[in-house]
């Protein structure tokens, strides 16, 4: 069926290496968005990418979403301990209605 | 700006009894939704309200309802709990369905 996937699932890094996350849709988004869930708290919205080909950056945080519009990527350069959470991507695969989320990875760091 | 407020925080219920999720939004947003959070399984839309007075159900309805009360209220309602509805409890809010969604802090409920 109709779903948006995530890998890895976990990712465990030593502090400063780099971490990526990739998210794949079954079908073309509109845009995606992506969210990170520090533990024992809620999601919180980090950015949208609406553009094929679009990429966005924040700090060390690097975006990507696909040229077909059906995946996106983010890498976080040189992890530091506050980088530990589960990042989740998300998209309207449903309508504009609603978003479905990505299974999430989640990264821990190891000092 | 409070943002979005969930009520209670925590809950422990016992098979068959019900509650009432509360959850709130001061950002004048039109829609709102409830999530349950179970390991490993991300985020699964219960029900959502596209807008005041609609209300549909996501990809996990069955055995919950909803009430959108007014634009600042939505509540989630458990009739009959089971230990299978043991989750966490994330309502959501947002201008619309495609844009940014804005979290609670979420309802940690456990059922035995």
């Known amino acids: 069926g109709q779903q948006v996937m995530q890998i890895p699932q976990y990712q465990h890094v030593q502090e400063g290496e780099d971490f990526t996350t990739y998210c794949n849709s079954s079908?073309?988004?509109?845009?995606i968005q992506w969210y990170k869930q520090r533990p024992g708290g809620h999601p919180v919205f980090l950015i949208q990418?609406?553009?094929?080909?679009e990429v966005k950056k924040q700090k060390r945080l690097t975006f990507q979403f696909g040229e077909a519009k059906k995946n996106s990527s983010l890498h976080i350069t040189a992890t530091q301990t506050t980088d530990v959470g589960t990042y989740f991507c998300?998209?309207?695969?449903?309508?504009?209605?609603?978003?479905?989320f990505g299974t999430g990875t989640r990264l821990t760091i190891i000092p | 700006n409070a943002g979005v407020t969930q009520t209670p925080k925590f809950q422990v219920l016992k098979t068959g009894q019900s509650m009432t999720l509360q959850c709130a939004q001061d950002?004048?947003?039109?829609?709102m939704y409830w999530y349950r959070q179970d390991p490993g399984m991300g985020l699964r839309l219960i029900y959502y309200?596209?807008?005041?007075?609609?209300?549909d159900k996501g990809e996990v309805p069955n055995g919950y309802n909803v009430s959108r009360l007014n634009k600042r209220e939505f509540s989630l309602r458990l009739e009959s709990a089971a230990p299978s509805q043991t989750s966490v409890y994330f309502c959501?809010?947002?201008?619309?369905?495609?844009?940014?969604?804005?979290f609670g802090p979420g309802t940690r409920l456990t059922v035995t």
């Open positions: 950002m004048n947003h039109n829609s």
């Open positions: 998300a998209g309207p695969l449903f309508g504009n209605e609603k978003l479905t």
């Open positions: 079908t073309t988004l509109s845009n």
């Open positions: 990418l609406v553009k094929s080909g």
């Open positions: 309200s596209a807008s005041e007075g609609t209300t």
């Open positions: 959501a809010s947002g201008l619309a369905g495609d844009y940014e969604q804005y």
